[in-house]
């Protein structure tokens, strides 16, 4: 079921006899024996005594989960047997695993066609698939995982797709390898892999250009804001002459009209003055 479970587990665990290996004259392990329990658990009650016999003669304690549970099922079935001969029962499916499940790396495509590849972009949104044995265990078992993406760790949501658990990885701020943990799920998974972000922050979608600090160059010379002063004429130097344009007259006499009529003698018509 994607969980790394030996042939002749499932074997046992689903009844198919006939793919499992005769037990030889010394058998060393659970595995070994399995053929003969297989068969008595279909109903072979002759199997049943041979299977305690062989069991009861394994050298060591088989070290593996899947031996050692295999191992403590068979012995507790031999036992109820034997302490309650004739005895109608009937064995059902338990709870729990045969071994906790384990994550132990990523893969961004999951074919592993070409080996494991953990990169993930830094724009965020690639799909990444745990591996471990965690393929086979029940949708929703495992629900989250924490990925510990630049500036802050953050959880995001893992779903079934296949056999496998796969979530979507987050944006970074910066490339570079985190971590990843389960943060939420039926069973209890303590390992955290690495993940390693690829490519240019500031290349993303969506990611506004630094601003440009640089003098900005205008066309013309703009004018004064209203309300403040404008240009100021420099001051003339000493001994410079400055012209000084005429007042305008009264209405229907020239400039330099008005400028004489200014300067007639009292008495005199202004328009007589020479």
Known sequence: MGRGDPTWYLY???????????????????????KVFCLAVAGDEAAWTQGAELLAGLPVTDTDCWSSTANSVLRSVVDFRQRNPGVAY?????????????FYELDNDGSDNNGRNPEASVCGGTQMHMIGTLGGLPAGSIRSVVVGAQPAPVTVP?????????????????????????????????????MEYVGDPSACPGVEPPPDNGPSVNPGEPGP?????GPVEPAPNPGESVPIEPEPGPSGLPPSAAARADRAPAGVPAGLFR
């Open 158 to 194: 893992v779903e079934p797709l296949g056999p496998d658990f796969v979530f979507v990885a987050p944006p970074s701020a910066q490339a570079g390898s985190t971590t990843v943990s389960v943060a939420d799920g039926d069973f209890l998974v303590t390992e955290s892999v690495d």
């Open 90 to 102: 009937q064995l059902v499916e338990g709870s729990g695993l045969a071994c906790d499940p384990t």
């Open 12 to 34: 046992l665990k689903s009844g198919n006899c006939d793919q499992l290996a005769e037990p030889g004259e010394q058998p060393q392990t659970v595995q070994d024996v399995a």
């Open 225 to 229: 804001a209203p309300g403040e002063p």
